[in-house]
């Protein structure tokens, strides 16, 4: 390898941006968000920068998500964020153009990838690779992809929940909902507006869910005092909000994600089937980190749901290692074009 050709992995989700450097590590961790202004179009702000500005923007600016449910809804925002990205990680080796990886659903139709792809390209990547982010999750967790063994990844990100079987280093069984992280804070922001008349933005669902969010009741619930607009006066006013409030609020969001792990394991072959009763469901993505998701999972399935170490980092870490051994995973990367 030469001094002058720069790698990065890319887990590009709708929630974060994760980029990895080889040698270095997870480098940078922002949101997915672009503040544009409207007049001339020009963007202002990417990432945490633009990440404040969301839900306190003047008429003239908005703050915008350009994936949406893990997929390029706006292509120009995306290759624009993805720019500054890659030159933000890159410090000041700007002038070379880096190999890129990226990770994409796994569910993504061809057309999908595609944009992906030229979107890196545009943005100054030299060659850019895509891999399907369950394999990615599975790689950055530690799981030995190429065994003759069942290995099921449930990936829980903002956009989408990936799960899926991996055995000999490709996807045996898969399915990609888009039902996760976003989600789940929309039904939070729904259930205070039906129970309390009060509005609240992304944000503040998003500490709810954090902060007391749990996936099961619990004896000792824990409080959060939010504030908000209320419906009928237009006034700011506060309330507090307990635990197992919010599990009623979020339980049909999980019980779609505990459908989409039903559904893979009722299309796996039985010996694969055997494995993962055995090793259980690894389970990645900022979303899985939800508080005693795992132990619903296994109520549900009937299988033990290990959370892997930093659920966070899996698939840029994967990114990572797959971009270090470009070769050994040919199989599973699709190619630049």
């Given at each position: ?23 270095k ?27 404040i500005?969301i839900g ?7 703050a915008y998500?350009?994936?949406k ?14 720019s500054?990205y ?28 595609r ?24 790689i950055?967790?530690?799981i030995?992809?190429?065994e ?10 903002g956009?989408?929940?990936d ?9 045996v069984s898969?399915?990609s ?8 804070d929309?039904s939070?922001?729904d259930?205070?507006?039906k ?13 709810i ?6 996936a ?22 506060s309330v ?14 999980l ?18 089937a055997?494995?993962i ?7 990645t993505?900022g ?10 999972i ?7 749901a290990?959370l ?30």
């Amino acid at each position: 390898m030469s001094f002058f050709s720069k790698k990065l992995g890319i887990d590009l989700g709708t929630a974060n941006t994760l980029v990895f450097v080889p040698g270095k590590g997870v480098v940078l961790n922002e949101p997915s968000v672009v503040a544009i202004s409207l007049e001339d179009n020009k963007i202002l702000a990417v990432g945490n920068e633009a990440k404040i500005m969301i839900g306190r923007t003047p008429k003239a600016i908005v703050a915008y998500r350009p994936m949406k449910d893990g997929v390029i809804a706006d292509y120009k925002v995306t290759e624009a964020m993805l720019s500054y990205y890659m030159k933000k990680a890159m410090g000041g080796w700007g002038f070379i153009k880096p190999e890129v990886l990226i990770s994409v659903p796994a569910g993504v139709t061809s057309t999908e990838r595609r944009a992906v792809i030229e979107a890196a390209i545009k943005a100054g990547a030299k060659n850019a690779y895509v891999v399907k982010e369950p394999i990615l999750a599975a790689i950055g967790a530690g799981i030995p992809i190429y065994e003759a063994r069942g290995h099921m990844v449930a990936d829980i990100g903002g956009g989408t929940t990936d799960v899926a079987v991996i055995s000999l280093g490709g996807i045996v069984s898969a399915t990609s909902v888009k039902c996760a992280g976003n989600k789940i804070d929309e039904s939070i922001i729904d259930y205070i507006k039906k129970t309390f008349n009060l509005a609240i933005g992304d944000k503040t669902a998003e500490d709810i869910k954090v902060k007391i969010g749990s996936a099961l009741p619990i004896d000792e619930e824990l409080v959060i005092s939010i504030k908000g607009r209320d419906f009928i006066s237009g006034l700011p006013r506060s309330v507090e909000i307990k635990t197992n409030e919010i599990v009623k609020a979020i339980s049909r969001e999980l019980r779609e994600i505990i459908k989409a792990i039903k559904d893979v394991l009722q299309e796996t072959p039985p010996e694969l089937a055997a494995d993962i009763m055995d090793h259980g469901i690894i389970m990645t993505g900022g979303t899985s980190a939800l508080r005693n998701l795992p132990e619903l999972i296994f109520r549900r399935v009937g299988v033990k749901a290990i959370l892997a170490e930093n659920p966070l980092y899996c698939v840029a870490e994967g990114t990572g290692i797959a971009l270090e051994h470009l070769g050994a995973y040919k199989r599973v990367v699709a190619s630049k074009r």
